[in-house]
């Protein structure tokens, strides 16, 4: 399969990997390529709303001469598994296979882009890859795998209230049943016990790396950095690691109630690397 | 305060200036039809991000949401905490 009617190529194929195969489409560099470009989607529904937005940007990256591979991670998207199944672990496998294709299949320096929990699936893989990485582009990354449990744990809250219910649970007993070992289904999703202690886990901060410079995007009505991204990005230039804000105007294309998108953020995104790269 | 609170519901529940000149009369709960779960999360989220702060549980209550007044008291009061 190859084509998106609009006139750039991009190929569709399967990776084989553990527990079946993951979906990938890779959108070729127009002209001679400078780079290529790894993109690691966000969790549960934020893929799916930001799917139109990570095929705009993909084709803008082409545009300016990079090619793009995008992975569905195990039990996410059209990839083999049940998002039930899925463990972080599993997803960091699944980052490095498509790492590894990109290396087999393509020359130049390998930028990794991140939308929401994806920036910090591809941080950690960062962290424990073997294989260096030339830049890092974070969209609206998540801060604190904790806050985004509760978040993600709330959408029930939220529907009882809607519903005038009596809120039954609190998201701390809903914790306790995921620290038990049950999973919990959540807005449509399986959430079992491990993804979710995993991703408790994870913080922005303790995992931005030093040795690799990073472009962090943020995206709100007013189009400017907000006091708790600034705080996380002043704590990592602290520790060492290099990173820029950036912010733009715009609506949360991951979590929008209608489709949205976003081409400030698409510019910005795409004239930033043109500048890492000068 | 108030202006802000707007922008972000606004935003949040794309509104696209829908909600005008409103005041803090203005109801948001049961008059928006936008205002799903995803939606009331979505919000929730925007003002934690935009102003720094942590809603408890027991704070995701009808009566935070009923108006843009309300909204706007709830997010002062977590400020002045």
Known sequence: ?278 | MIDQVRTIVDSALQLRGRLGASDGATPLLGAIPELDSMAVVSLITALEEHFGFTVADDEIEAATFATLGSLTDFVQHKLDA
């Not at chain 1, 195969?21 to 969790?43: Q, T």
């Not at chain 1, 806050?147 to 993600?152: A, K, V």
């Not at chain 1, 995993?198 to 907000?226: C, H, M, T």
Request: negative net charge; proline residues 4%; charged residues 20%.
């Open chain 1, 1 to 278: 399969m190859s084509g998106n009617g609009s006139g750039a190529p991009f190929d569709a194929f399967f990776l084989p990997a553990a527990g079946g195969e993951r979906f990938c489409i890779f959108h070729p560099a127009s002209g001679a390529p400078l780079g290529s470009i790894l993109y690691v989607h966000p969790f549960a529904e934020e893929m799916n709303k930001a799917r139109r937005m990570a095929a705009l940007q993909a084709r803008a990256f082409c545009a300016r001469g990079y090619n793009v591979l995008q992975i569905d991670l195990f039990g996410c998207g059209d990839s083999s598994g049940d998002f039930g199944d899925a463990r972080w672990n599993a997803w960091n496998e699944d980052v490095a296979l498509a790492a590894g294709w990109l290396a087999r299949h393509t020359e130049g320096p390998v930028h990794l882009w991140g939308l929401r929990l994806g920036a910090l699936l591809a941080l950690d893989h960062l962290r424990q890859a073997g294989r260096s990485f030339a830049g890092l582009l974070l969209w609206q990354p998540v801060i604190s795998g904790a806050q985004f449990m509760t978040q993600y744990l709330r959408l029930r809250l939220a529907s009882d209230m809607l519903s005038g219910a009596e809120a039954s649970r609190r998201t701390e007993q809903l914790r306790a049943q995921l620290v038990a070992g049950q999973s919990l289904e959540i807005a449509g999703y399986e959430l079992s016990s491990e993804l979710a202690l995993a991703i408790e886990r994870l913080s922005l901060a303790a995992l931005a790396p030093r040795d690799v410079p990073a472009q962090w995007f943020e995206i709100n009505a007013e189009g400017k950095s907000s006091p708790a991204l600034r705080r996380a990005a002043q704590a990592c230039i602290a520790a060492g690691a290099e990173v820029e804000l950036h912010a733009v105007r715009g609506e949360p294309f991951w979590s929008s109630v209608e489709l949205c998108e976003c081409p400030v953020l698409i510019a910005a995104t795409s004239d930033t690397l043109a500048l890492t790269h000068a």
